[in-house]
């Protein structure tokens, strides 16, 4: 059974930073690219940052130079640290995988994330 599990979600101020893990269970973790989308309220779903499944990685504009991914292969694990968070930030991120060799892509559950004073 896959699992993708986030945590580290929560209310922050404007400025300031959270920490978005995800857990995953389930895949061999090292074949399967990862990714952190979200998705704000009235708003299309859009990816905020992606790591391949060799380490490259690519962010939306929007986080550039603010959010850093990076991956785990040891532990199983993907983190999303984001910096100088803005209101327009806030949305529910969403941790996916796909898999190198097929079109195996999985999902987490979500976790909040609100920016506001």
């Known amino acids: 059974q896959v699992q993708l599990v986030e945590s580290g979600g929560g209310l922050v101020q404007p400025g300031g930073s959270l920490r978005l893990s995800c857990a995953t269970s389930?895949?061999?973790?090292?074949?399967?690219?990862m990714g952190w989308y979200r998705q704000a309220p009235g708003k299309q779903r859009e990816l905020v940052a992606r790591i391949s499944s060799g380490g490259s990685t690519n962010y939306a504009d929007s986080v550039k130079g603010r959010f850093t991914i990076s991956r785990d292969n040891v532990k199983n694990t993907v983190t999303l640290k984001m910096n100088s968070l803005k209101p327009e930030d806030s949305a529910v991120y969403y941790c996916?995988?796909?898999?190198?060799?097929?079109?195996?892509?999985?999902w987490g559950q979500g976790t909040q994330v609100t920016v506001s004073s």
């Open positions: 996916t995988s796909r898999s190198d060799y097929s079109n195996n892509e999985y």
């Open positions: 389930g895949i061999i973790f090292s074949v399967y690219a």
